[in-house]
């Protein structure tokens, strides 16, 4: 199963009338703040994906959060895109970085 997390009400209605359409019955869209979606969830996941604005000011805090939420099964792996400016190389989980054009990828794993 997968679930999402969207704060945008037009992209979450968006993304369950694509559901709907392509038939996928294991999609979980929930509407809410990814921070305190974090913060209260008890579920552990083998993916997370992570694609934030760029410009969210908080985005730096996402594998602090992921980790101490203990959110990562523990072959779990969580990638993060982000804009050129950030580097999490220095985190203790990082364990590696491509980029694609300007669009960046972080990747992490519990070490």
């Known amino acids: 199963f997968v679930t999402a997390i969207e704060m945008s009400l037009k992209q979450l209605n ?3 009338a694509t559901t709907k359409r ?5 999609l979980y ?12 969830c008890s579920e552990r996941f ?3 994906f992570a694609d934030p604005p760029y410009q969210m000011p908080e985005l ?9 939420n203990n959110l990562l099964s ?6 993060l895109e982000h804009g050129k ?4 190389e220095q985190h203790e989980n990082f364990i590696e970085h491509r980029h694609y054009g300007n669009v960046h990828f972080s990747l992490f794993q519990r070490k």
Request: hydrophobic share 50%; proline share 2%.
């Open 14 to 16: 968006f993304v369950v």
């Open 22 to 26: 392509l038939k996928i019955n294991n």
């Open 29 to 40: 869209v929930h509407r809410s703040d990814v921070f305190r979606y974090i913060e209260k």
């Open 46 to 48: 083998d993916f997370i």
């Open 60 to 68: 730096d805090l996402l594998p602090n959060m992921i980790f101490a």
């Open 74 to 79: 523990e072959e779990g792996i969580f990638i």
């Open 85 to 88: 400016n950030s580097n999490f």
